[in-house]
């Protein structure tokens, strides 16, 4: 089974509006972290945001926020007010167990197209 | 701010080369990671390291080996080239202890022809 699934391979919203990228998550670990990640068509990956599973709250960073909800195993990434630069492949990914030294596994991702 | 860089960002290879690619850190993270990246599958693990000299394969680590004489730099070893590790590889690092975030390189795109 997939441990991280995004569903929507690909994505448009236009500029100024809001979106919403899915990701749902598949562990019996009690405690994990879930990532989201982008990818600009440059390559690197620049990290935006972090839940963990005893997070009482949702995390924001700025215009992103984590939808978490812990009994539906979905953790949504959601960017406010989007912009043109906002255009990239969006991963979600997941941290099984305690302690840094944990690979994480990705999703498929997402592929945003801000339009203008 | 973080650096973990890539010694290239392009390279072309023929099959059953040998493939040295490097990645350099500037935080004194103890952990490193080596990932491929390809269409529809995400990320997916070939080795970490969590201390000098120690590594841990990963999801797919055949094909592949690494090294890691210095805390600062995580080399991945591709023995004899082939053609289906054409890919994007990147390599990532994090600390011991708090912020478990992974720091993301460059990435190097490797064809082998």
């Known amino acids: 089974a997939q441990k991280i699934t995004q569903t929507q391979p690909g994505m448009f919203v236009q500029e100024k509006e809001a979106v919403t990228l899915d990701c749902t998550y598949d562990t019996s670990d009690p405690s994990y972290g879930l990532f989201w990640y982008k990818q600009p068509s440059s390559g690197e990956m620049i990290f935006l945001i972090y839940q963990g599973s005893y997070d009482q709250q949702n995390a924001t960073e700025g215009r992103y926020s984590l939808n978490f909800q812990k009994a539906r195993k979905s953790a949504n990434l959601v960017i406010s007010a989007s912009q043109l630069g906002d255009s990239a492949m969006y991963f979600c990914a997941m941290r099984e167990g305690q302690g840094s030294a944990r690979q994480l596994t990705f999703g498929s991702g997402t592929q945003l197209t801000v339009l203008p | 701010d973080v650096k973990v860089t890539q010694s290239s960002r392009y390279l072309v290879k023929r099959t059953g080369e040998k493939v040295f690619l490097e990645c350099v850190q500037d935080m004194d993270h103890e952990n490193m990671f080596w990932y491929r990246q390809d269409p529809g599958l995400g990320l997916r693990l070939i080795y970490f390291?969590?201390?000098?000299?120690?590594?841990e394969k990963g999801d797919i680590p055949e094909g592949y080996s690494v090294s890691r004489e210095k805390k600062e730099r995580f080399s991945l070893i591709l023995e004899s080239a082939s053609t289906n590790q054409t890919s994007m590889y990147l390599c990532?690092?994090?600390?011991?202890?708090?912020?478990?975030?992974?720091?993301f390189g460059p990435g190097t795109r490797l064809l082998v022809l």
């Open positions: 990532a690092s994090n600390a011991l202890a708090g912020e478990e975030t992974q720091y």
């Open positions: 390291s969590y201390d000098v000299k120690m590594k």
